[in-house]
């Protein structure tokens, strides 16, 4: 196969491919462009306008926000985006914790699976993992009793400073 290259005289590249003759079913001579032709922009589609009461107030929303933004006095950033940080990187670490707790739970009852069988390995981690559950959950409300939230130093010490008072008063 020839392979020949002209310039057309408009600025393009053609080429034109001629089988040779002693190959089976010549082919016919044709011509093509090397540099693609820019295409034709598309016609554009008209708006449609729609006439209501949404879509004028949708539409002024945003100046609404900043009038309302620029009346209100500038809020101290600094502080809270720390809180905010600090219990965001609190979140993905609790997440991560319990992803890692889940895989050792697995490998735990793969683990176990090798000397019983599989349902009983799995009751078995899944008693253990309940029964810490349920002692963590009795110690923490006892933790969280009201009686448990007395301040008992602060109460200590204000019946230290009262008879401090007292002592200097007479």
Request: with cysteine; charged share 15%; net charge positive.
């Amino acid at each position: 196969m020839r392979c020949h290259i002209e310039h057309n005289g408009r600025g393009a590249l053609t080429g034109s491919d001629t089988a040779h003759s002693s190959s089976i079913g010549a082919l016919p001579h044709r011509h093509r462009p090397l540099v693609p032709r820019p295409r034709r922009p598309l016609p554009r589609t008209r708006r449609v306008r729609t006439e209501g009461w949404l879509t004028n107030w949708v539409s002024s929303l945003p100046a609404s926000a900043s009038a309302v933004r620029s009346r209100l006095p500038a809020p101290k950033w600094s502080g809270s985006l720390i809180v905010i940080a600090g219990l965001v990187s609190l979140f993905g670490a609790m997440m991560l914790a319990f992803a890692g707790l889940t895989i050792l739970l697995f490998a735990a009852v793969q683990a176990l699976a090798r000397e019983v069988p599989d349902w009983a390995a799995s009751m078995i981690v899944g008693g253990v993992v309940l029964l810490i559950g349920v002692i963590l959950v009795f110690t923490s409300r006892k933790a969280l009793s009201p009686v448990g939230m007395v301040p008992e130093r602060t109460m200590r010490n204000v019946h230290t400073d009262a008879r401090v008072m007292k002592e200097h008063a007479t």
